[in-house]
């Protein structure tokens, strides 16, 4: 890949709410849509509509200390992905997957059957533990 000085990559992160934890308390939001996989496929076509590049979806391995301000989002991402891949042909796929609570080969499964299923539109967003205590 050659890299070009007058492109911009758009990736869209799929966190509904945003990163303000108590977003889904605000206004009509829809708590659902933290595990909703029809709330996922529909962004993401919204944004491979827009001409974004790539979608990216968190991973949450752990619940989080101050769980009153979020729902958790408990689905995997590779697997929340086979679900939106089979709606998009052409958005890239980066998913989340913490390398210290996965093994190294199931892990590595995960993001090559993702791989196949999005016919080479997945990407692994690689992390090591999750910032939490």
Known sequence: MTFRHDSITLNLNLIPG???????????????????????????????????DAVFLADTPVWRYRGEYRPFRGLDPTLAFAAVAQHTSHIGLVATGSSSYNSAYNLARR???LDHISKGRAAWNIVATNGDD
Not at 21 to 43: C, F, K, M, N, T
Request: no cysteine; proline share 3%; hydrophobic share 35%.
């Open 18 to 52: 945003g990163v303000f934890p108590g977003a889904w308390r605000a206004g009509d939001g829809d708590a659902q849509q933290y595990s909703s996989l029809e709330h996922y496929i529909e962004v993401a076509k919204i944004a491979e509509r827009g001409k974004f």
């Open 111 to 113: 993001i090559s059957t």
